[in-house]
Structure formats: C-alpha cells, structure tokens
C-alpha cells in the first residue's frame, strides 16, 4: 500500500483495513465498542479484549459486528493487573487470528475516590493500568518483530491527561474526574511519545487518542448539563464520534505520524 512517485494510493485505500487485525482492550465500553465497530467496518478481523466477567458481552459484540471478505472476530481475556493474562492474551490473540497488526488500548479499571480521601494502594492501582498498556504494547512489538513488518499502536488518553477539570462540574455528583485518573492519562500520553521514538526504527507507530467529554447516558444528568455549558459545541460528544479518529491512526492514512496525540474534545481545548 505504500505510495511511489508512479503510484498514488486513494484515499479509500489508505483507510482500509482488509486483512489486518486488531486487538482491542476494554472492547465492551461506552466508547470502545463503537471503536471495534469502526475498525471491523473497515474491514479489519477484531479481536475483542476484556477482563473475564465480561466475556459473554465481549462475544455479543463479537457476533454483531460486520465480518468483510475473510475476516473474523474473536474474543480474549485481559486484565492489566493481571501481568499473566497479559502475554496470554497476545499468545491467544495470535492463535487465533494468525496476527496482530493494529493495538488499541483503551481498556482500565475505574477509581472513584478522588485526592480527599484516595488510598495509596487505590492511587497505585489506578496508575496499574498504565503499567498493563506497556507490558501489553511491549508484547504485541515483540511478536511485530518475530513476524516482520509493521504495526500501529493507539493508546487511549483522555483530555484530563492535559488540562485540569473544573471542580464546580463534579459538585454532588459521584467523581469522574480523579486524580489518579489525571495522573494515569498523562502518563499514557508521556509514555506514548518514548515509545514511538524507541520503536519508530522497528516500523511500530505510537500514538495517542485523547476523547474530549463524552459521559455515558448513565452517569449524572447534573454532570452532563454543567459539562455542555462548558463546551464550545454545547453538547457531549457521541461514540460514532471517535470512528473516524481510530480508523485514520489504525490505517496507512497516517503512515508518517508517530508519537503525537489526536484530540477529539468538540473545541474544549481551544478557548
Ligand atoms: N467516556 C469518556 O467520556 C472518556 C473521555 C476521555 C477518555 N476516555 C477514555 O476512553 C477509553 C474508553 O472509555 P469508555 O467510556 O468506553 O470506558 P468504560 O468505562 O465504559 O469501559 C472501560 C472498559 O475497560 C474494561 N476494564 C475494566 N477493568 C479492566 C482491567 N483491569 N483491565 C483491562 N480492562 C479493564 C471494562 O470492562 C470496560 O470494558 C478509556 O481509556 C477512557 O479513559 C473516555
């Protein structure tokens, strides 16, 4: 697919994904199973991480995504406070799909108390799942370079791994902006950037995709209205929103960007 002087690829061409795999953690959440139905829409063969409780979901969402050519998706355990079940979960990944091409981690385990009254142990299991993004992105270069060829590797950030919340948002609401969170998110985002230097020489991209504010229908409605205000669309995002950001990092489309982090925020970081 790569472009010569006498061949130009369409752009149709550098966003399909027709047989590549992708493994995807944390794949039954809000935002990530819209993610694995872009990749899968785009042609790729899915296979759909989570931690075992969720399984039976992860397969439902399997069986309902769209399989072009000879694709096919498949469901394997992960959990980043689990370092075994992490190479398992590449192994498995493997057997089953013959490869991995593209990983996008965007998985973690919640913390909910926020810096009055968080423990020490919760702050470091929050930063934990930072420490499972690693293991799992070393694992899936390490069977990169056994393979041959390259890879693409998307981390999921957030917008509160660059700017602070406003307080007055999360007033009598249950916390969804802690401080271990803050402090996870930017650690991915510093960690995207040192591994897309360390590994840019082995073909191996590393980004970082960092959705703005898009609350689950589920939380507070108190917490949405006060974020709209907050934004200069005046709405929350919706998961369809970030299809177009993961499939153009997944693809060829972005073969000369590595170590940099998209942001998909509806403009909160612009004013
Ligand atoms: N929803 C938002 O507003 C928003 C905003 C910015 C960034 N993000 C980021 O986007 C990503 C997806 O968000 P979401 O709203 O779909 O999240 P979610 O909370 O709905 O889903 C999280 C997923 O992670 C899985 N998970 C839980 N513990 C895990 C563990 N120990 N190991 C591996 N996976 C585990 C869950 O089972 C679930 O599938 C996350 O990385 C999140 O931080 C979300």
């Given at each position: 697919m790569s472009n010569t002087e006498s061949k130009e690829s369409t752009i149709k061409e550098l966003l399909d994904l027709s047989g590549k795999v992708a493994l995807v953690t944390g794949c039954t959440g809000y935002l990530v199973q819209s993610m694995c139905r872009a990749l899968a829409e785009a042609g790729a063969s899915v296979v759909l991480a989570d931690i075992p409780k969720m399984m039976e979901r992860a397969q439902e969402l399997a069986n309902s995504l769209p399989a072009a050519g000879k694709a096919k998706h498949h469901c394997v355990e992960l959990d980043?406070?689990?370092?075994e079940s992490i190479d398992k979960c590449v192994s498995d990944a493997v057997k089953m799909a013959?490869?991995?091409?593209i990983l996008v981690n965007a998985g973690y385990e919640r913390v909910t108390s926020d810096w009055t009254d968080v423990t020490g142990e919760q702050f470091t299991r929050q930063l934990t799942n930072a420490t499972g993004c690693f293991l799992l992105a070393r694992r899936v270069r390490d069977h990169v370079i056994e393979r041959g060829g390259g890879a693409s590797i998307i981390n999921i950030g957030s917008m509160y791994g660059i700017v602070a919340s406003y307080p007055d948002a999360y007033v009598?609401?249950?916390?969804?902006?802690?401080v271990a969170y803050h402090a996870l998110k930017g650690g991915i985002l510093s960690m995207t950037r040192h591994l897309a230097i360390y590994w840019a020489d082995d073909g191996i991209r590393v980004n970082c995709l960092s959705p703005g504010p898009f609350p689950?229908?589920?939380?507070?409605p108190r917490m949405i209205e006060r974020l709209s205000s907050k934004s200069p669309m005046k709405r929350m995002g919706k998961p369809y929103e970030l299809k177009g950001a993961i499939v153009f990092l997944a693809?060829?489309?972005?073969?000369?960007?590595?170590g940099q982090n998209l942001i998909v925020d509806g403009g909160w970081m612009a004013w």
């Open positions: 980043y406070m689990d370092y013959g490869r991995i091409d009598d609401v249950p916390m969804a902006s802690p689950a229908p589920t939380v507070d693809s060829e489309a972005s073969s000369y960007m590595t």
